[in-house]
C-alpha cells in the first residue's frame, strides 16, 4: 500500500497535496469504498487507477483472507496445546481432572489477573471459554513440554494425582516423576504434589517437593470433622476457600514487633488473629518469644483487612 500510495502521489501531486492523501485514496479505492473527494485526473494516474480496480482489491482480499486464516490457526493451535507460553510469574497446573478445574477457579477468584499454564495430554483445551488460562498438550514429565509451559519463569507449579490410572501406586509414580523433572529444570519454583499414599512421603521429601497434599487424609478429616465436632467443617471449608468470609493471608513482618506477642496485640488491633510462624501454630502460647528474622508470619481476616496490613491498594 505504501508503495501504491507513493506512485499515486507521483502521478498526482497537485491533485493529492500530500503523500498521506494519496494513502488514503489508495486505500479508499481498493477497499471499493471510494468516497470521490480525491480522483485522478491525469491519463497516467486513471490507467493507474485501473490497476488498483483489477489487482489492489484482489491483493487486499488476498490479504484479508491470510490475515483471517492466521488469526484461525492461531486459535487452532491455542485448542490443540501446541503454543509455548511466554509470560511469568504464572501458575501451572498439571493433571486435568475436577479439582484442577476447582483449583482454576480458586486461583482466579483470589486473583482474576493471574495467568495459568495447564499441562495434560488431552487433545484439546479443557476450559478455553477462559483466555487466562494457557493450555499446552503433552506430557508434564516430559522437559521439552515444561519448556513450553514456561516452567522457568513460573511462580508456582500444583502438581495434582492423575486418577485416571487405576493403581494408585502408578499415580505416585507419575506424579513423582513431574516433581523431579520440575526440581531439575527449575528448582527454584514452589511445587506442590498432591500424593495418594502417605508412605510415598519420603519419595517426594528427597526431590525436595516444597510442599504436598494427602488426596484421601483431606476428605476423610474434614467428614469426621462434621459427624463428631458440628461446624467444625464449615470453618475449615472457608479457610481453605476465598469465595466468601475470612481467609488465611501471609503478612510482612513489622520491625517494631520484637516478640510474638507484640505482632499478635498489634493485628489484632487491626481486625487479624496471628494463627502462625510458617507450620507453627503454637507461637499463641509463645508470645513471650522473640520473632526469629526467617519468621513467616499468617494471619486470619477478611481481604480488606490483609490488604490494610500489608500496605496493598
Not at 487405576?166 to 507419575?174: A, F, M, R, V, Y
Given at each position: 500500500?505504501?508503495?501504491?500510495?507513493?506512485?499515486?502521489?507521483?502521478?498526482?501531486?497537485?491533485?493529492?497535496?500530500?503523500?498521506?492523501?494519496?494513502?488514503?485514496?489508495?486505500?479508499?479505492?481498493?477497499?471499493?469504498?471510494?468516497?470521490?473527494d480525491f480522483f485522478a485526473t491525469t491519463?497516467?494516474?486513471?490507467?493507474?487507477?485501473?490497476?488498483?480496480?483489477?489487482?489492489?482489491?484482489?491483493?487486499?482480499?488476498?490479504?484479508?483472507?491470510?490475515?483471517?486464516?492466521?488469526?484461525?490457526?492461531?486459535?487452532?493451535?491455542?485448542?490443540?496445546?501446541?503454543?509455548?507460553?511466554?509470560?511469568?510469574?504464572?501458575?501451572?497446573?498439571?493433571?486435568?481432572?475436577?479439582?484442577?478445574?476447582?483449583?482454576?477457579?480458586?486461583?482466579?477468584?483470589?486473583?482474576?489477573?493471574?495467568?495459568?499454564?495447564?499441562?495434560?495430554?488431552?487433545?484439546?483445551?479443557?476450559?478455553?471459554?477462559?483466555?487466562?488460562?494457557?493450555?499446552?498438550?503433552?506430557?508434564?514429565?516430559?522437559?521439552?513440554?515444561?519448556?513450553?509451559?514456561?516452567?522457568?519463569?513460573?511462580?508456582?507449579?500444583?502438581?495434582?494425582?492423575?486418577?485416571?490410572?487405576?493403581?494408585?501406586?502408578?499415580?505416585?509414580?507419575?506424579?513423582?516423576?513431574?516433581?523431579?523433572?520440575?526440581?531439575?529444570?527449575?528448582?527454584?519454583?514452589?511445587?506442590?504434589?498432591?500424593?495418594?499414599?502417605?508412605?510415598?512421603?519420603?519419595?517426594?521429601?528427597?526431590?525436595?517437593?516444597?510442599?504436598?497434599?494427602?488426596?484421601?487424609?483431606?476428605?476423610?478429616?474434614?467428614?469426621?470433622?462434621?459427624?463428631?465436632?458440628?461446624?467444625?467443617?464449615?470453618?475449615?471449608?472457608?479457610?481453605?476457600?476465598?469465595?466468601?468470609?475470612?481467609?488465611?493471608?501471609?503478612?510482612?513482618?513489622?520491625?517494631?514487633?520484637?516478640?510474638?506477642?507484640?505482632?499478635?496485640?498489634?493485628?489484632?488491633?487491626?481486625?487479624?488473629?496471628?494463627?502462625?510462624?510458617?507450620?507453627?501454630?503454637?507461637?499463641?502460647?509463645?508470645?513471650?518469644?522473640?520473632?526469629?528474622?526467617?519468621?513467616?508470619?499468617?494471619?486470619?481476616?477478611?481481604?480488606?483487612?490483609?490488604?490494610?496490613?500489608?500496605?496493598?491498594?
Amino acid at each position: 500500500m505504501t508503495g501504491s500510495a507513493t506512485i499515486a502521489y507521483l502521478l498526482e501531486q497537485s491533485t493529492f497535496g500530500t503523500w498521506f492523501n494519496a494513502l488514503y485514496w489508495v486505500m479508499t479505492t481498493m477497499a471499493t469504498v471510494g468516497y470521490g473527494d480525491f480522483f485522478a485526473t491525469t491519463v497516467g494516474g486513471k490507467l493507474f487507477t485501473l490497476f488498483l480496480y483489477i489487482f489492489g482489491i484482489g491483493l487486499l482480499s488476498l490479504v484479508i483472507g491470510k490475515v483471517i486464516d492466521s488469526i484461525g490457526s492461531i486459535q487452532r493451535q491455542r485448542e490443540a496445546g501446541t503454543l509455548s507460553y511466554h509470560g511469568r510469574d504464572h501458575v501451572i497446573i498439571m493433571n486435568w481432572s475436577k479439582k484442577a478445574k476447582s483449583a482454576v477457579q480458586e486461583i482466579l477468584t483470589y486473583d482474576e489477573k493471574a495467568q495459568i499454564v495447564m499441562i495434560d495430554e488431552l487433545e484439546r483445551h479443557p476450559i478455553k471459554d477462559l483466555h487466562q488460562v494457557h493450555f499446552i498438550s503433552g506430557d508434564p514429565s516430559a522437559e521439552d513440554v515444561l519448556r513450553k509451559a514456561g516452567l522457568e519463569t513460573a511462580k508456582a507449579a500444583i502438581v495434582f494425582a492423575d486418577t485416571r490410572i487405576e493403581d494408585t501406586s502408578l499415580i505416585d509414580g507419575k506424579s513423582l516423576m513431574i516433581a523431579s523433572s520440575i526440581e531439575r529444570i527449575a528448582p527454584q519454583v514452589h511445587t506442590t504434589v498432591e500424593i495418594m499414599h502417605e508412605k510415598h512421603i519420603q519419595n517426594f521429601r528427597f526431590v525436595q517437593v516444597n510442599e504436598f497434599v494427602l488426596s484421601h487424609d483431606a476428605i476423610s478429616s474434614l467428614a469426621v470433622r462434621a459427624a463428631l465436632q458440628e461446624g467444625n467443617s464449615a470453618v475449615i471449608s472457608q479457610l481453605i476457600s476465598r469465595e466468601q468470609g475470612d481467609d488465611i493471608y501471609e503478612v510482612p513482618r513489622k520491625s517494631e514487633w520484637r516478640t510474638y506477642g507484640d505482632a499478635f496485640q498489634d493485628l489484632l488491633r487491626q481486625g487479624a488473629t496471628l494463627l502462625a510462624d510458617r507450620s507453627d501454630l503454637s507461637i499463641n502460647r509463645r508470645l513471650n518469644d522473640p520473632i526469629p528474622s526467617e519468621a513467616r508470619l499468617y494471619v486470619v481476616s477478611d481481604e480488606a483487612t490483609y490488604r490494610r496490613i500489608a500496605g496493598k491498594p
